[in-house]
């Protein structure tokens, strides 16, 4: 494979940070201890993640979908996947959310999209269970996995969190927004800062052209 693209779901494909909200809101308690810990990197985001969805009841699942279903998609989102069927270049969304959430906000794209890894749960008992078929040493959904099933000559991450941070180190070329910028440049990574999805067919547009003249 020429080129794919790799991309984040949460707070990237949608407007806000709607995996966050579902955590805080569901399992506030659990949330206000956990997330700064992972935001300070004193705790793996695998084990954060985990901790707090396993403290929400199997019965909330339903409400979890409806709460997430609302959720905006940032502007030039259909234009970019649009681009990229021209230029036969797949899609992979890689979310460490639940694969719940991004199906019911994608809707009818889904299917326009090469594939979907995520996070599942198992709601059979009192509360949620977690099953990743990915599950790294510190991410509950880790992402380089899944990017080296996909041998490509040029890979693109777009994200903007610190779930992206793994992503985006081992990508060719990185679109990234606040606060990933940040772990970036931390790492010294040079990354291409995007608002939105326009911005981002349009850098590949012109970098792609030039590359084939």
Not at 102 to 111: A, P, R
Not at 183 to 211: C, G, M, V
Request: net charge negative; glycine share 4%; hydrophobic share 40%.
């Amino acid at each position: 494979m020429k080129r794919i693209v790799f991309c984040d779901f949460d707070g990237t494909i949608t407007v806000e940070e709607t995996f966050v909200a579902v955590l805080k809101k569901f399992a506030p308690e659990v949330s206000a201890k956990v997330i700064p810990e992972m935001y300070a990197k004193r705790m793996t985001l695998r084990e954060g993640v985990k901790q707090i969805l396993q403290s929400i009841p199997s019965a909330s699942y339903p409400e979890i979908i409806e709460f997430t279903q609302p959720q905006l998609i940032r502007h030039g989102f259909i234009e970019f996947l649009d681009f990229l069927e021209t230029q036969k270049v797949p899609l992979i969304v890689i979310s460490g959310g639940l694969r719940g959430m991004v199906e019911i906000v994608l809707d009818k794209l889904v299917h326009r999209v090469e594939s979907i890894y995520a996070v599942d749960v198992d709601t059979s008992d009192t509360y949620l269970k977690v099953i990743s078929q990915y599950e790294g040493d510190t991410e509950l959904l880790a992402k380089v996995q899944v990017m080296d099933k996909y041998p490509a000559d040029e890979k693109i991450a777009i994200g903007d969190s610190i779930t992206d941070l793994n992503m985006g180190l081992q990508a060719s070329v990185v679109f990234a927004r606040a606060p990933l910028t940040k772990y970036l440049d931390e790492h010294q990574k040079p990354y291409i800062s995007w608002n939105d999805f326009l911005d981002i067919r349009n850098y590949l547009a012109k970098s792609w052209s030039q590359t084939q003249q």
